[in-house]
Nanobody, 117 residues
Framework: QVQLVESGGGSVQAGGSLRLSCTAS????????MSWYRQLPGKEREFVSV????????TYADSVKGRFTISQDNAKNTVYLQMNSLKPEDTAMYYC??????????WGRGTQVTVSS
């Protein structure tokens, strides 16, 4: 079983920055990709960014391109989301997702990001 733990959320004013972290632990696993999603109450979870374990390729949602940067430290089994120029509409619960080589998806419990205007 794999556990994902997110951290780094908080409250910040518009224009500010936060860095989210997601660390994976548990029994032996093989990772294809790590992603960040976000969700507002009553809304569907939406894709933010993904990074692929091999090669480090990345993709971003249009709404965060140029402001957010995803990165990984494979030695620490950790993925980061650097969020700059934050806007009130970035306010959400942010979730980390792992897609494994066994085609299994794991989710963390989330970390709250609140951006005030």
């Amino acid at each position: 079983q794999v556990q994902l733990v997110e951290s780094g959320g908080g409250s910040v004013q518009a224009g500010g920055s936060l860095r989210l972290s997601c660390t994976a632990s548990g029994s032996a696993y093989c990772t294809v990709s790590m992603s960040w999603y976000r969700q507002l109450p009553g809304k569907e979870r939406e894709f933010v960014s993904v990074i692929y374990r091999r090669g480090g390729g990345t993709t971003y949602a249009d709404s965060v391109k140029g402001r957010f940067t995803i990165s990984q430290d494979n030695a620490k089994n950790t993925v980061y989301l650097q969020m700059n120029s934050l806007k009130p509409e970035d306010t959400a619960m942010y979730y980390c997702k792992m897609y494994s080589c066994a085609a299994t998806t794991y989710w963390g419990r989330g970390t709250q990001v609140t951006v005030s205007s």
